[in-house]
């Protein structure tokens, strides 16, 4: 047995609709703030990660170049540049990738908004259909203006669930990204460290 759905007044429907628009436009702004200050920290370390990276292998190839006879285990140099220029080339995908992820979860955000507000007016006119329809200065009736937002929620559930997906695949791209720059990066730095260590060793017993 479906459920009779209570009908609320002229008033309460305007209050819905103004606290559902000011909920909304509040959310909004709270995820467009976080996602701003979380993208600009994460930014900043990976462009500290990508500047780091980058003296590291200068560093190490002006040092080889200028002395190779005297280095001992070559292939440790040459397996730490390879993890520093793919870890370096990961942090900068990751740089260049995560503002697509910022704005696919602001038109997520905002296409839900538009829906919440869309469906506080839909029951507003569904309860009261005495009160006129006004769109661009025309005078709408009823069942158009019903026909027609029936198709704008369509529309706007598939964007959701389109942003939804997108939002989801960059962020997991991202993730990973920022999974291999950071374990490449560490494992150039173990290899480094056994590079010196190697180095070190054999010098202190000549």
């Given amino acids: 047995m479906a459920e009779t759905r209570y009908k609320r007044s002229q008033e309460e429907h305007t209050t819905r609709i103004a606290a559902a628009r000011q909920k909304a436009s509040e959310a909004n702004q709270r995820t467009s703030n976080t996602s701003i200050e979380v993208g600009k920290e994460k930014t900043q370390y990976f462009e500290k990660i990508a500047l780091g990276t980058g003296a590291t292998i200068a560093a190490i190839v002006s040092f080889v170049g200028s002395s190779p006879a005297s280095i001992h285990s070559p292939l440790l140099v040459k397996l730490a540049l390879v993890l520093l220029v793919i870890g370096l080339a990961a942090a900068m995908y990751r740089n260049w990738r995560y503002p697509f992820y910022t704005m696919s979860v602001w038109l997520r955000a905002e296409a839900e908004a538009k829906l919440q507000v869309e469906h506080c007016e839909y029951e507003l006119f569904d309860d009261h259909p005495d009160i006129q329809i006004i769109e661009d200065g025309l005078l709408v009736p ?42 490449l990066i560490i494992l150039a730095i173990v290899l480094l460290t056994a590079l010196i260590w190697v180095n070190v060793g054999l010098v202190g017993h000549r």
């Fill in 142 to 183: 009823h069942d158009l203006w019903k026909h027609k937002y029936e198709q704008q929620r369509m529309q706007s559930t598939e964007t959701i669930t389109a942003a939804i997906k997108r939002e989801n695949r960059i962020f997991l791209e991202i993730q990973t990204v920022e999974n291999a720059a950071l374990i």
